[in-house]
């Protein structure tokens, strides 16, 4: 069974870039054929898919975040990471991990199936 933990600072400043890890345990995000995504929920808002690196290296973004959005990975490490840049209130939010066998699926219940437990965000000076 693969398990995710989220990991990171649970502050940020605004403007500064938010970066938190994802490691991966109980099997490699190299072999199998998976995307290793990043979501988050906003206080009051449903989920929001922000991307995502495919098992075999290619990232795909959502659209209205990829200019502020980066997602690489060590596989020496079995851990993927989420930069997020120029933070804003906004971006305070829960910040989950979590694995699919598709792209962008919006099916958060079948379409995902293992989850971090996620880790909490907030964006104040």
């Known amino acids: 069974q693969v398990q995710l933990q989220e990991s990171g600072p649970g502050l940020v400043r605004p403007s500064q870039t938010l970066s938190l890890t994802c490691t991966v345990s109980g099997g490699s995000i190299t072999t199998y054929a998976s995307y290793w995504n990043w979501i988050r929920q906003s206080p009051g808002e449903g989920l929001e898919w922000m991307g995502a690196?495919?098992?075999?290296?290619?990232?795909y973004y959502n659209p209205s975040l990829k200019s502020r959005t980066s997602i690489s990975r060590d596989t020496s490490k079995n851990q993927f990471t989420l930069q997020l840049s120029s933070v804003t209130p906004e971006d305070a939010a829960m910040y989950y991990c979590?694995?699919?066998?598709?792209?962008?699926?919006?099916?958060?219940?079948?379409?995902?199936?293992?989850w971090g437990q996620g880790t909490q965000v907030t964006v104040s000076s």
């Open positions: 690196v495919h098992s075999a290296g290619s990232t």
């Open positions: 979590a694995r699919s066998i598709g792209l962008k699926t919006t099916d958060w219940v079948r379409g995902y199936g293992s």
